[in-house]
């Protein structure tokens, strides 16, 4: 198969590599497309702790083209998507339910290889079944979709609320769409044009290009999102 190989920071290379068997438990997944995340960047730049070479990349969707022994609930040719974090299940923070922070947790593209490849093998628990019909490339969007729907599910809008989204990010972004369902006022802040008018696409009554053009306005917002990963962030938002 051919994959993109990230050798040593800023030198990623097409090549060929074997094609992986899928083991007990695994399934063989075809990519058909994969999202670039902030994470794959800041790997590429060497910013994050990985083994080289190896192929980063952890947001997809693909088709099973293989089921590993005992696998069952899915079938050949099915459509999925990657649930890119493995949990190891047994430590205390698993067993307590909160699984999504396992210290222990192996990540797609950082850990092990990942998606910027022809195929990957996935733990059969760590694939979801995606509904005939759904395009391709925005069911490659699930994984950050389900980062801004967590977010949106612990701290709910409700009509005629303000809400801020702090990073008009793709996350941002689609807190934003998430954010305007209940007819919630949603303000977006950011210092990219045009991630901004993305957000007044989908449906931010105002936009502001920087904090200090927010900070008038700062305490008329009943819910903050802050999904800008930007160090001063919160220290802003509290002010």
């Not at 974090?85 to 339910?97: A, E, K, L």
């Not at 195929?119 to 391709?136: Q, T």
């Amino acid at each position: 198969m051919q994959a993109a190989i990230l050798i040593e920071p800023g030198k990623i290379e097409i090549q060929e590599a074997p094609t992986p068997s899928p083991r007990k438990g695994e399934v063989l997944v075809r990519i058909l497309e994969a999202g670039i995340c902030g994470t794959d960047y800041a790997c590429y730049m060497g910013n994050l702790s990985t083994t080289y070479p190896i192929i980063p990349g952890h947001e997809a969707v693909g088709e099973i083209a293989d089921l590993g022994e005992g696998v069952e609930g899915v079938r050949v040719g099915e459509r999925v998507t990657i649930q890119p974090n493995f949990p190891c299940t047994t430590c205390p923070v698993c067993r307590g339910g909160r699984e999504n922070v396992c210290p222990n947790k192996v990540r797609l593209g950082l850990d092990v290889d990942g998606v910027f490849a022809q195929y990957i093998c996935v733990p059969r628990p760590y694939v979801w079944s995606l509904p005939d019909g759904l395009p391709v490339s925005e069911a490659a969007l699930a994984e950050p979709l389900c980062v801004a729907l967590h977010a949106f599910r612990k701290s709910p809008s409700a009509p005629n609320e303000r809400v801020l989204v702090y990073g008009a990010g793709i996350i941002g972004l689609l807190l934003v769409r998430l954010a305007v369902l209940p007819k919630t006022r949603v303000a977006a802040v950011d210092i990219a044009e045009q991630r901004l008018a993305i957000a007044k696409e989908l449906g931010a009554d105002t936009i502001y290009p920087s904090f200090s053009k927010l900070e008038k306005d700062a305490g008329s917002f009943s819910i903050l999102y802050d999904t800008s990963g930007v160090a001063d962030a919160f220290s802003n938002i509290l002010k």
